[in-house]
């Protein structure tokens, strides 16, 4: 007599179920497939609407995020996809890179336009070079992949000379690869001698500036006519350019004073004319500063800044020479992102670097920043204290 196991049986039928029910799961999802792809092609075939591709790279002149890309790609009927994201310098984190087809193309409505994506500028860590010798600091620098930048020099009393003191952008911090590392390096302490530099021909503002840096002092100054030349203009200097002084040691001017009366702003000093004729001179108001012809020229003495003469104008312009005070207008737009940023801007000039603005601002906002600087004067722009740009100043950016 044959007996039937129920329970392997029920199993057979269980199974023989189980594989009955994926085939049609499977099925269905086929066949939805299958149509979904029947209506694409025939939409495609028989849909003649044409529209106009857009430009998604740049729209009034700042990059397009990818968010604004997708609005736009609707209101034209068209398609997205992102092909692709790489690093790049020039455009910010999450604009795009390149378009495909390009903007202006005529194309059937629903088409897909392929894009590179921005994941911004490839950062790494900024060696920290303080503390070394800046002989050393040139193959660190090279490679890690960074550039010297400007190199800023003022005397220490605790660092030796052509150590570095500090560096911008600051050491672990990440900066784009490839950007300037800006370097202040020590001079040591301040020489018992120092050359004297040659300031003829130089404002008087900036004279005194580039002294206190070599540590030497504004001493008198004396005031005299000369047509052509603006007001403020150093003639003549005492002691010579390149003669060595002690530390301290006072330089004596003489200095351009075309004011529109001929009254002496000391009171009693004596003005001393183009010409050469002098008036009322005694050894108490006079300084003798020799001049391009070793003749010993008479000038009437201004023993404090607060009794220096108050500038007349003439209606000529003041040429600005390279270590002259001068005052620029910094335009900067923050780029596009999803949160406010940090903006910080440091001055780069004949002073050295320093720090000249820090707030808090949305994407898209303009920042406009009067800058007094001396010489050559550029902008260095960090947005969350990771270097961004720089800018030449007086350039609108």
Request: hydrophobic fraction near 40%; charged fraction near 25%; proline fraction near 6%.
């Amino acid at each position: 007599m044959r007996f039937i196991n129920n329970n392997s049986y029920r199993g057979n039928i269980l199974i023989s179920l189980l594989k009955f029910l994926i085939f049609i799961i499977f099925f269905v999802i086929l066949f939805q497939f299958a149509k979904m792809y029947s209506i694409k092609m025939m939409d495609s075939f028989f849909n003649k609407e044409e529209t106009k591709v857009p430009n998604l790279v740049s729209h009034d002149g700042m990059p397009v995020r990818i968010e604004d890309a997708f609005e736009l790609c609707k209101q034209y009927k068209l398609q997205l996809d992102i092909k692709d994201k790489k690093h790049d310098n020039n455009i910010p984190e999450g604009c795009i890179i390149t378009q495909d087809p390009p903007p202006d193309t005529i194309v059937k409505a629903n088409r897909a336009l392929e894009v590179i994506l921005s994941l911004g500028a490839k950062t790494i860590d900024c060696p920290d070079i303080t503390g070394k010798d800046v002989r050393d600091v040139a193959f660190i620098i090279q490679k890690e992949g960074f550039l010297i930048g400007k190199k800023s020099y003022v005397f220490s009393e605790t660092l030796p000379s052509d150590t570095v003191i500090s560096q911008t952008p600051e050491g672990g911090k990440p900066a784009p690869k490839g950007a300037q590392i800006d370097l202040l390096i020590s001079q040591g302490k301040a020489n018992s001698s120092v050359k004297v530099p040659n300031l003829v021909g130089r404002r008087i503002e900036s004279a005194k500036i580039v002294l206190s840096k070599i540590n030497l002092e504004t001493g008198k100054i004396g005031y005299e006519k000369k047509a052509g030349t603006a007001f403020g203009i150093i003639l003549a200097q005492e002691p010579a350019p390149g003669t060595n002084a002690a530390d301290k040691t006072a330089v004596n001017f003489i200095v351009c004073d075309n004011a529109d009366t001929q009254e002496s702003p000391g009171g009693g000093a004596v003005i001393i004319k183009s010409d050469g004729v002098k008036m009322e001179p005694n050894d108490s108001n006079v300084v003798k500063i020799k001049t391009g012809g070793n003749i010993e020229v008479p000038a009437p003495l201004i023993e404090s800044e607060s009794a220096a003469p108050k500038a007349v104008k003439t209606g000529g312009p003041v040429s600005e020479n390279d270590g002259d005070k001068k005052i620029k207008i910094i335009k900067f737009i923050v780029p596009p992102g999803q949160k406010s940023r940090e903006v910080k801007m440091v001055l780069l000039d004949d002073m050295g670097p320093r720090e000249v603005y820090k707030n808090p601002h949305y994407p898209g906002e303009e920042i406009d920043l009067s800058v007094t600087g001396y010489g050559a004067m550029k902008i260095l722009v960090y947005l969350d204290n990771v270097f961004f740009k720089d800018i030449e100043a007086g350039v609108k950016r």
